[in-house]
């Protein structure tokens, strides 16, 4: 009897233990799951009162489903929004952890579908292309069947090598590949042939590319105006506001890290730059560098590769939810009701100007001696009349973007 009563005390206490596990496998599987995702004891607590007041069938979801994760973030943003919390410290340093991990999820190859072979690149896809000894080559993808056909590679806009000289060669072609990555292969030239009525180079087919994600960050694609300063002087508060016009510029592409910035004129490398612009109702101050520029001199007009080096962190918050798209519905629709604002308004400008050239054209034909005037890009905005404060130069055209050199 001793003997018995241990035994069986010793069976209910495991029975109960098990009943508890069994009771509260989901609370346990939520918790070790988000200590191993490197999340604090109070986060976690967070996010798992967060999962029961949205209801989430799998809790876990949280951790590594980017919708699920969107809309706890979303939630968390309108529910600090009704308490005041906003922009205190503990969201803003709370919201930055979950973008954090959100971006981590985001470039996680196993979201990722990628470039297989050749086969598989898109027509039009832009490429450059490395001849050992000889230096960067640009080139297009012009069609992809039995061979992978692309246009007379160039160098400097200028033919070096003629198509028949490429035949044979071994090339290394780079691409990157839109909200992919970046990829490499070597491949050799079958021939030189004719596509269209142009000169083509048809290159042997691969499945050997070597993918290479340098990413930091998840960008979007955007169309908003903004101020741009040059930093010429060392002691300069990277992070304060100007509260002088700057050159007005037009972002295309965005992330935390960078953006890709059209400007009118030609753009200079590894200028340091500092950024003021709005997202909904944030004020954003970015700084950093130009890394690189891509000058279109047909239409007089240049594309900045910006990095970001200076960024408060409200502020790197405010541009992560825009990218995400994870910005509560209210704000989603004065965004869009903005940005369809702003499309309207330009819209209306290249009709109107466009009913001017039409004008034009029909008054120089009535009267031939009448001397036509050449008006260039940076005619126009040479004699305009900036006014910083206004609807209509909030919405101005980029093609009406004052030249860098002015400034």
Same mark, same amino acid.
Request: proline share 3%; charged share 25%; net charge negative.
């Given at each position: ?41 109070? !986060? ?29 973030? &979303? ?86 090598? &003629? ?159 825009? %990218?995400?798209? %994870? ?47 050449? %008006? ?14 206004? !609807? &209509? ?15």
């Amino acid at each position: 009897m001793n003997t018995f009563l241990p035994i069986l005390l010793s069976l209910v206490v495991l029975i109960s233990i098990f009943r508890l596990v069994y009771h509260f496998k989901d609370d346990i599987k939520f918790f070790t799951t988000g200590f191993d995702s490197g999340f604090k004891l109070s !986060e976690i607590l967070m996010l798992w009162k967060l999962a029961k007041t949205s209801q989430l069938s799998e809790p876990c979801a949280l951790y590594w489903s980017l919708p699920a994760l969107e809309k706890g973030i &979303s939630t968390i943003i309108t529910n600090a929004k009704d308490n005041g919390m906003e922009h205190s410290k503990k969201t803003q340093d709370f919201l930055a952890r979950l973008y954090s991990y959100r971006t981590k999820l985001e470039l996680s190859p196993k979201n990722k579908k990628g470039l297989s072979s050749t086969k598989y690149i898109d027509v039009g896809q832009k490429i450059r292309v490395i001849l050992k000894g000889r230096g960067v080559f640009s080139s297009e993808v012009i069609n992809n069947s039995k061979d992978l056909i692309i246009s007379l590679p160039l160098q400097n806009n200028q033919i070096t090598i &003629s198509g028949v000289d490429w035949v044979g060669m071994m090339m290394s072609v780079y691409l990157w590949r839109k909200d992919d990555a970046a990829y490499v292969f070597d491949t050799y030239v079958r021939e030189n042939s004719m596509f269209n009525g142009k000169s083509v180079l048809c290159l042997s087919h691969t499945d050997n590319l070597l993918r290479t994600q340098k990413r930091r960050s998840v960008r979007c694609e955007c169309h908003i105006y903004a101020q741009m300063y040059i930093i010429k002087s060392e002691t300069a508060d990277l992070k304060s506001m100007e509260t002088q016009p700057g050159l007005k510029c037009l972002l295309e592409d965005i992330s935390e890290d960078g953006a890709l910035i059209c400007i009118g004129g030609k753009g200079v490398s590894n200028l340091q730059i500092k950024l003021q612009f709005t997202i909904g109702e944030s004020f954003i101050v970015m700084s950093g560098f130009v890394r690189g520029v891509e000058f279109d001199q047909e239409k007089n007009q240049s594309k900045l590769h910006f990095e970001c080096t200076c960024i408060d962190t409200p502020m790197k918050n405010a541009i992560l939810s825009y %990218v995400y798209n %994870v910005i509560p519905e209210e704000e989603k629709e004065i965004i869009e009701a903005m940005d369809l604002a702003e499309k309207d308004e330009k819209d209306k400008e290249e009709t109107e100007k466009s009913s001017t050239t039409s004008e034009t054209l029909q008054n120089n034909e009535t009267d031939i001696s009448e001397p036509q005037t050449n %008006v260039t890009v940076e005619n126009q905005v040479q004699s305009a009349t900036v006014t910083e404060n206004t !609807e &209509s130069n909030d919405v101005k055209n980029v093609l009406d973007l004052p030249p860098l050199e002015d400034f």
